[in-house]
């Protein structure tokens, strides 16, 4: 008697089977492959800003900053060289991911149908001069 996964099932050893389970991986993809969008102005310009500022910049929006989000850099600060660790940091934050996201949702007067697409929320990456400091002072 064959069990399941035994050396004698011929369902697995089926040779049409595997022909057609090869085709299956093996036929090519006529879709196109997606490609990240690029922004090389504003790279540009965050690279500017940085290298104005001595080349270590704090991140943060005009609301918020990613305090959160230092986890998932090197050093684990929240010290930025280059518009790839700003970008990094502002996606991994909770509170900018708030603030874009829903930003008004814990107010007494919040109501989902006063923000539209014709009335937007104004943002503002805002850079600092990067400072150590020391967090046990």
Request: proline residues 5%.
């Amino acid at each position: 008697m064959a069990m399941d996964g035994d050396d004698d099932d011929e369902d697995i050893r089926d040779d049409e089977l595997m022909k057609n389970y090869e085709a299956d991986w093996s036929t090519t993809c006529s879709t196109k492959t997606a490609q990240a969008p690029a922004f090389e102005e504003f790279d540009e310009t965050v690279n500017t800003a940085i290298a104005t500022l001595g080349g270590k910049v704090f991140p943060k929006l005009n609301w918020s900053s990613p305090k959160d989000a230092n986890w998932i850099s090197f050093d684990r600060t929240l010290m930025c060289t280059c518009p790839s660790e700003v970008y990094l940091l502002l996606k991994s934050s909770e509170f900018i991911a708030h603030d874009l996201d829903q930003p008004f949702i814990h107010c007494g007067d919040y109501n989902s149908d006063d923000i539209t697409v014709s009335s937007p929320v104004s943002y503002d990456l805002v850079l600092r001069r990067w400072q150590s400091l020391d967090p046990s002072t």
